[in-house]
């Protein structure tokens, strides 16, 4: 892909992303204040709700997309948002959350934040490594089958509900870390912080019908249906 086309690819990631988790044109708010007239909105999944199948099956999907996020949704619609300044970008609201934060804000900005990510993350057709994140990968793991193995055994290794992360640190490497329930690396409490370019839902929800107990197969599974474009067009800048 030339430098234009690439550009002109991250330029529409980073249009279509926005518009999925903000759609909220007609709504006004206070200069730096989110208002009583701002809603959240559940973003519409880019594909059917069976386009993952065999990988991740449609009724798994259409729970967890029209329950679990709609509700993280309906829930962060009845927070107070005293002290936090808006942004458009869901990453931006993640980064105010500090120990103090309302446990309502904290739970459930995350669950919105990290499931429309997770959403755009998942490809219904084969998609492949692009060079420049294909680069980093092997420049920090040193193959992509080491990559596959450390974060397939922090996911396994995770106890309890949450989520395994590839992040892009302060300092611009690659690490792998996972963070409790709804907890996400862009938060002031995340121990291990950086922005999100790879995200696996660990929650039962996720994968429970389906593979009941075995989060192994899950996980294995799940790297099939990654989208590796939506995880360079982070690296590049596209914001959630
Ligand atoms: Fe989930």
């Not at 962060?76 to 446990?103: D, M, R, V, Y």
């Not at 998942?122 to 089958?145: H, I, K, M, T």
Request: proline fraction near 5%.
């Amino acid at each position: 892909m030339v430098n234009s086309e690439r550009r002109a690819f991250v330029k529409q990631c980073v249009a279509s992303i926005a518009f999925l988790a903000f759609p909220f044109k007609n709504i006004t708010f206070t200069k730096g204040r989110i208002s009583p007239e701002f809603k959240f909105r559940l973003p519409a999944l880019p594909y059917a709700f069976n386009a993952l199948e065999p990988y991740i099956d449609s009724a798994t999907m259409q729970i967890h997309h029209s329950k679990h996020h709609q509700a993280y949704v309906d829930k962060l619609n009845t927070a107070s948002w005293s002290g936090f300044e808006f942004s458009e970008h869901l990453s931006a609201l993640c980064k105010q959350i500090n120990e103090t934060s309302p446990a309502i804000i904290r739970n459930n900005l995350g669950g919105h934040y990290n499931h429309s990510l997770f959403w755009n993350l998942l490809s219904a057709q084969p998609d492949v490594l692009p060079a420049e994140f294909s680069r980093r990968l092997n420049a920090e793991f040193g193959s992509f089958e080491a990559f596959k193995t450390q974060f397939s055994e922090a996911a396994l290794k995770h106890f309890g509900s949450g989520w395994c992360w590839l992040i892009l640190t302060e300092n611009g490497r690659f690490k792998i870390c996972t963070t409790p329930n709804q907890d996400n690396p862009l938060m002031g409490i995340a121990q291990v912080k950086g922005k999100p370019l790879l995200a696996l839902d660990l929650w039962e929800h996720a994968y429970y019908l389906k593979y009941q107990n075995r989060r192994a197969e899950y996980i294995q599974n799940w790297f099939s249906i990654v989208k590796w474009s939506t995880c360079e067009a982070l690296l590049n800048g596209m914001e959630v």
